[in-house]
């Protein structure tokens, strides 16, 4: 485990953004700037830390956790299903095939939880009992296990609001979003995909409470998963050795995820309007531990950094080779 002191040191030159005109126009999400060359995407996971819908601070070696534990997982699946990695040039940038995404975002849970207004947990406890056009039972309590993982697809918030809106697997084949097919088939695969997640997960000491697959269309119109996969950005993660104590006493879970700093926001006030308090060294150095934790419990590894170079510069020399 990295120390306090380094991840300190290491704040001044978290990576806000990356920008190498060579290779053209540069974009970007919350997270991630990329640039398309051919049919190539260079996806570079900066260090933003986005919630709320908005990017609130930046948090050293995050964005090179989150890529190298989706090369982790993408490994771990391909036997699932193809995906856009193809290579690995940098910690923090993969080459990926650049794909025609499809407009939804397909959420599996295997529990029920969540306080933002797309999480079953947040509908449950308002009274809805059909969510996702799928019936729960009465009784249910808050980060319960559900008796089967369930499907619950969102739009990929280019309407009107900008959010993620809920959709049911009716409705994206009546708006034609994705043909009844081609749906079947991502339903079958993030089955497989979050059961698969969950095995090695639990084997790690984590439970994947639940995740988002983001799946395209490649050049030849076959399906492969796109964007992360099984990341504490796309997922929520539970310290599975406290889970059940916790659980039974109706207390909150351990939080390997996002969630960790969601919450620490709403204890200080902000809940994504106005300005965002700045987020104290403290709880960055918390933050990047946990990430950290996270990628060397899954994948059995040390996080390697090597902190010869700047992350900026070592990016900015691997990115050379592409020109
Ligand atoms: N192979 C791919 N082909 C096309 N698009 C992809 C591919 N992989 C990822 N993406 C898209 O690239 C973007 C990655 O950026 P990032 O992770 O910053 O997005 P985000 O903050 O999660 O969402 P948003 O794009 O809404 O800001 C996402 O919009 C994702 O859907
Ligand atoms: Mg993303």
Redesign the pocket.
């Known amino acids: 485990m990295i120390d306090k002191k380094t991840i300190i040191k290491n704040i001044p030159y978290a990576i806000e953004k990356v920008a190498y005109p060579k290779l053209g126009k540069r974009y ?5 700037d ?1 640039y398309i060359r051919d049919r190539l ?1 260079i ?1 570079i996971a900066t260090d933003r830390i ?1 919630a709320f819908d908005r990017v609130l601070g930046f948090i050293p070696f995050r964005g090179a956790v989150l890529n190298t534990l989706s090369q982790f997982w993408f490994e771990k699946t391909r036997d699932i299903i193809a995906n ?1 990695m193809i290579g690995i040039i940098d910690p923090n940038v993969m080459l ?6 499809l407009p939804v975002e397909v959420i599996v849970r295997g529990y029920i939880t969540g306080v933002t207004e797309t999480s079953l947990w947040k509908k449950y406890s308002e009274g809805e009992r059909t969510i996702y056009g799928i019936r729960f039972p009465e009784g249910l309590i808050k980060n319960q296990k559900l008796k089967k993982p369930v499907i619950t697809p969102t739009t ?2 280019t309407g009107s609001s900008g959010h993620d809106e809920p959709i049911t697997p009716s409705e994206i084949i009546k708006k034609k979003l994705i043909p009844l097919d081609i749906w079947q088939k991502i339903e079958k695969t993030a089955t497989k995909l979050y059961e698969r997640g969950s095995q090695i997960c639990n084997r790690a000491g984590f439970i994947l409470a639940d995740t988002k697959y ?1 799946f ?1 269309l490649d050049r030849a119109g076959k399906i492969i998963l ?3 996969i099984h990341t504490p950005d796309s997922s929520r993660l539970w310290l599975k050795q406290s889970y059940k104590g916790l659980f039974k006493k109706g207390q909150e879970v351990e939080n390997y995820d996002k969630e960790f700093m969601r919450i620490w926001f709403v204890r200080n006030g902000y809940m994504g309007k106005g300005k965002p308090p700045p987020m104290p060294a403290d709880l960055i150095v918390k933050i990047a531990q946990r990430y950290i934790d996270v990628y060397e419990k899954l994948s059995g590894e040390k996080f390697h950094f090597d902190l010869t170079l700047r992350p900026n510069q070592r990016i900015l020399e691997n990115l050379t080779k592409l020109v």
């Open positions: 970007s999400g919350k997270v991630r990329w995407r996806l986005s856009h990926v095939t650049e794909c025609r995404a990929r918030g983001e395209g796109i964007d992360e």
